[in-house]
């Protein structure tokens, strides 16, 4: 069944540390990938998305994802994480061959020490 | 453009009971996608409505429902509450569709099953 994988359940950094946060997806064909970030007490929103085109894609507030085919893989990754980037991020993948319906992570929740 | 609305934000109830949550896509929207979101399961998708066609279905059981109106507005109902039914359920609109376009989130109604 095809299915999506975020490893890191639970990440704990200071700030200015470097984020990379794994989303892993089993499935040969067809993509399409979101990444999406739930602030505390906010609605889920999108943080980048990627169709086709260039896989190295970047989203707002300095966030950026890499595609890379060959390992079913769909990083997310900021330079520099600040205080306020705390919160829980969720990948997403839409499956092609089928009806295209989103298939979410389990969530990463991000907290960012001062 | 106001946002994705839902109704009510908050909601107790107890096993047997049923409850029907509301949800207001943004203005154009004709995609209306409902989620359950529970901190063992992550987001699960529920259904999409479009043009008050159900399009899409998850594996949820019947006693899960939903109905779109002609404003696009749609309702989500729940028969016969069980414990495991407590979650947040999200709703989610778009122009076109779960499988076609971005996704804007409403907010969420918390569900407390007693």
């Known amino acids: 069944a095809q299915s999506v994988s975020q490893h890191n359940h639970h990440v704990i950094l200071s700030e200015a540390a470097s984020l990379e946060l794994g989303c892993n997806y089993s499935y040969g064909g067809t993509v399409n990938l979101f990444w999406y970030v739930q602030y505390p007490g906010q609605h889920l929103q999108l943080l980048l998305k990627?169709?086709?085109?260039?896989?190295l894609v970047k989203g707002i507030k300095g966030f950026e994802a890499e595609f890379i085919k060959s390992k079913f893989s769909f990083n997310l990754r900021k330079p520099s994480v600040q205080w306020s980037d705390t919160a829980e991020y969720f990948c997403?993948?839409?499956f092609g061959g089928g009806s295209y319906i989103p298939t979410f992570g389990r969530g990463t929740s991000l907290i960012v020490h001062p | 453009k106001a946002g994705v609305t839902q109704t009510p934000r908050y909601l107790i109830k107890t096993r047997g009971q049923q409850v029907t949550l509301s949800c207001s896509p943004i203005?154009?929207?004709?995609?209306v996608s409902w989620y359950q979101q529970t901190p063992g399961q992550g987001l699960q998708f529920l259904f999409e409505?479009?043009?008050?066609?159900?399009?899409n279905k998850g594996n949820f059981p019947g006693r899960f429902s939903g109905r779109q109106f002609s404003n696009s507005r749609s309702e989500m109902n729940v028969s016969t509450l069980e414990l495991g039914d407590s979650a947040l359920y999200l709703c989610?609109?778009?122009?076109?569709?779960?499988?076609?376009?971005?996704?804007?989130f409403g907010p969420g109604t918390r569900l407390t099953v007693l």
């Open positions: 990627y169709f086709s085109g260039d896989p």
């Open positions: 989610a609109s778009s122009e076109q569709g779960v499988g076609t376009d971005t996704q804007y």
């Open positions: 203005s154009g929207h004709r995609s």
């Open positions: 997403a993948v839409r």
């Open positions: 409505y479009f043009s008050e066609t159900q399009r």
